[in-house]
């Protein structure tokens, strides 16, 4: 069974920067992409960035790209997420999510894990 452990989220200032990491477990790792979504209080679900299985190709949500940089270690079975200059529009829970490609994909998640919070704020 596939289990997606998010952490590394908290408070943070407008401009500041936080790396989340997203352990994974229960299926060959370095096989499939992966990918982040957020979810802001009264909003739906939005698509961030994914990574393909290598970590060679990314793709991002144009809210984010410039500041965001996803990236992954197969050895460590684990994804990234540095985030820099964050605004307050970034305050969310930070989820990390995979499905069945081995491509970056913005849709098709299968298997998700239970989020993190980050709030920006001064």
């Known amino acids: 069974q596939v289990q997606l452990v998010e952490s590394g989220g908290g408070l943070v200032q407008p401009g500041g920067s936080l790396r989340l990491s997203c352990a994974a477990s229960?299926?060959?790792?370095?096989?499939?992409?992966m990918d982040w979504f957020r979810q802001a209080p009264g909003r739906e679900r939005e698509f961030i960035a994914a990574?393909?299985?290598?970590?060679?190709?990314?793709d991002y949500a144009d809210s984010v790209k410039g500041r965001f940089t996803i990236s992954r270690n197969n050895a460590k079975n684990t994804m990234f997420l540095q985030m820099n200059n964050l605004k307050p529009e970034d305050t969310a829970v930070y989820y990390c999510?995979?499905?069945?490609?081995?491509?970056?994909?913005?849709?098709?998640?299968?298997?998700w894990g239970k989020g993190t919070p980050v709030t920006v704020s001064a």
């Open positions: 999510a995979t499905g069945v490609l081995s491509s970056p994909s913005r849709s098709g998640m299968i298997y």
């Open positions: 229960g299926r060959t790792f370095s096989n499939y992409g």
């Open positions: 990574i393909n299985w290598s970590g060679s190709m990314t």
